[in-house]
Structure formats: C-alpha cells, structure tokens
C-alpha cells in the first residue's frame, strides 16, 4: 500500500509551471513526473484490483498520492491508428507463452512471433515479419492498401479536463515515425539495417508510405488544437530512440521527417517531445537541431552514457536561436532498484537540480520504474523537491 503524501493535492502547482516551460516562460516551480507503468504490470493483479492501478481515476489517485504531476497513460496513448484493407490477421497463443500473428495478404504472409518473459514483465519479439526482400514488398503492399485513422482525440478534451483536477496533462502520441516503425515493429534492428543497405529503394518506398500515412492523424491534431487552448497539447514522438541504432541514419532517413511533422503541429501551437531513453550522445544535438521542444526520457550517468552536464552542453550547443529545448529525465529507471539505496538516489536528485540549473527542464523517471523498484523513493522524491 502506498502511503500518501499529504491528503492535499500536491501535483496541482506543478501544471501551471508544466504551461509556462512549454510557452518559454520561466516555470514558477519544479515539475516533477514519474512514469510507473511497468512497476503497476510487475505488482500482483490482487494487489492492483484493490487500489484500482488498472483504471485511469485510480492511477490519477496514486500520482496524487506520491506528489507527482499524472501524464503517463498508455490505454488513450495514440492519437492513431492504422487499418488495413484487403489483409487477413490472425493470431494465435499456444502454450508456454508463444504468440503468434500472421498477416495474410494476396502478395505473400508475414508472421511474428513473441513470448512473454515473466522475469522482466515484457512481451518480446522472437520472430519478426519482415525478413528479406519478398517480405519487404507484401509489407509495401499493405502499406499501400492501408488508411490511418485518428483515434483518442474527440475524448481528450473532457480527459484533459479530468486530468487537470488531479495536477495532470493526459499524453498523446503520434504513432513511431517511418524508420523506428520499420526497425521496431517489422524488421527487428540488425536485418533492419541489412535491408536498408541492400534495398534501399525499396525501404524508402516504405518509409514515404509510412509518412503519407501520418497526414490524417496530424491532421486530427490539429483540428484538435482548433477545438481547445493548444498551449497545453503535447504530442509525443514515441520512438524509443537510442543513439547507437539510429545515429548514422538520422540525417538520410529521419530528420527532413521530423522537420515537416514540427513544422505542422508548431503551426497550430501544438509542442512536441520526442521519447530518447537510450544511449544519448550521437542523437541528442541532432534532436535539438530539427527544432523539438521536449527531450524525454534521458537517462545520464551512472546508467547512461552521458553525464548531467554533457546532456546540458550537447541540448545548448545544437538548439537553434530562439529557440529552447526541454531536458525531461535525469532518474534512471534503474536507481530505484538495487543495489542502488536512497542515498544514491538522493545525491542523483541533487545533482539533476544543481547541473540543469537554469535551463527548463522536467525531473523525471528514465525510462520506467522498474517492477521491483522501490516505490516509496518516488514520495521521498516529492518531498525533497516539494521544500524547494
């Protein structure tokens, strides 16, 4: 049972200062935010049923009750979706955890196969779709015969209302852009890369197609931030970035990308970040060069490959004048779990507060809290910054 901070709410301070960092304003406090999916999926389902985790008013109440400001929430996550046209799926579960999903179309199949791993509460990906040529071309085919569709948007306005009673902004999230699509959900990294290599023509036919089918979703967006005040619209570009994979391939296959997105939703007063919780060196000054507003997740030393103060010199060195870029992270997801102890943690928060002194930023969990993290070092966490 999580012991409540003080029965008050104290993440509500915390939204006006959330609004003033994204319209370039100097925030009246710390902003404070944790995302605590996967601790909630790696607690037994009796003890989440009883504190009511598993439903969106229950996991408002636990934010509250640590003193963090709510915006994670992955059931209303996407601001689309995609369906096909003219393709069979199937799936089936066998036992010992295998799934499998198969796409059939008149040009071929593709089928994945994944299992979930209990010692790390993931469902991972053993076989993926896509792995030659011939696959390639049926994964172009339904891409072709494919409509996107925006999804979670004619809700959002009465969520947004709901959430700002409890201190919180509800995220919404653009589906991956073209190249984390491709390497996450069809291809897998290495033959990913194999394929960009060695067909190059055909993956950039996947990854126009690919972008073609954003233009509907940005499109909701926009007319979504028609419909309400825009400064509190947040778009999450949620590629689980990392530096070691997509580097080399930033500047051919992803920036002009992320450009003509910023582009679209800055017109309509809409912010963006982008998700990066992995290796941050090669990704972070090319990230703050396109003109994102947010980089999320970043996780530094003594997990990452950067310390406080290099994220820093790497995000102000690369941002555009006029421009500012957010630091969002600084906790790794892993301090929270042993061997790491409070003082630890404690002397991580201190040093967050002292390197990024006076540039906006966000102090955050990078990435999750992790199952068997301790999560009474999340209230320990609001208090300290609760005094500043």
Known sequence: ????LIPENPAAPMLPSLHQLLVHQPSQRLVWTADLTYWIAGQSPAVVAKNGWD??????????????LPYYWYENFWAGSLVFDNVSIQEETFPGGL?????????GSLTEESRFQSESFSQAITRYPVQD?????????????????????????????????????????????????????????????????????????????????????LEGLTQLAGQIAPDLLLVHFADNLTSEVYTPFFASHMAARYERRLEQLHRAGIRCAVHLDGTLKGLLPKLAAVGIDAIEALTPQPVG???????????????????????????????????????DMQRQVQHVLQA????????????????????DFVRRISEMVGSL
């Open 55 to 68: 439903s969106e008013t229950g996991h408002l109440q636990l934010c509250r009750d640590l003193g963090i």
């Open 133 to 217: 040529r011939e696959d390639l071309q049926v994964l172009l085919h339904m891409l072709e015969n494919r409509q996107s569709v925006p999804t979670n948007l004619e809700s959002y306005p009465d969520r947004r209302k709901n959430w700002g009673e409890y201190g919180g902004l509800p995220s919404l999230a653009m589906p991956r852009s073209p190249l984390p699509a491709l390497l996450t959900e069809w291809t897998g990294v290495e033959r990913g890369v194999y394929l960009l290599l060695d067909e190059p023509g055909l993956t950039s036919a996947i990854l126009d197609e690919m972008e073609r089918l954003e233009q509907p979703i």
């Open 1 to 4: 049972m999580v012991r409540p």
């Open 305 to 343: 490959d950067l310390s406080l103060e290099e994220v820093r010199r790497l995000v102000e060195d690369a941002t555009p004048p006029g421009s500012r870029v957010i630091l969002w992270g600084g906790l790794p997801g892993a301090m929270f779990a042993p061997p790491f102890t409070w003082e």
């Open 99 to 107: 799934h499998r999903k198969t796409w059939q179309t008149p040009l």
């Open 356 to 375: 990024w002194q006076g540039v906006p930023f966000i102090l955050g969990t990078a990435d999750q809290l992790p199952p068997d993290g301790d999560i």
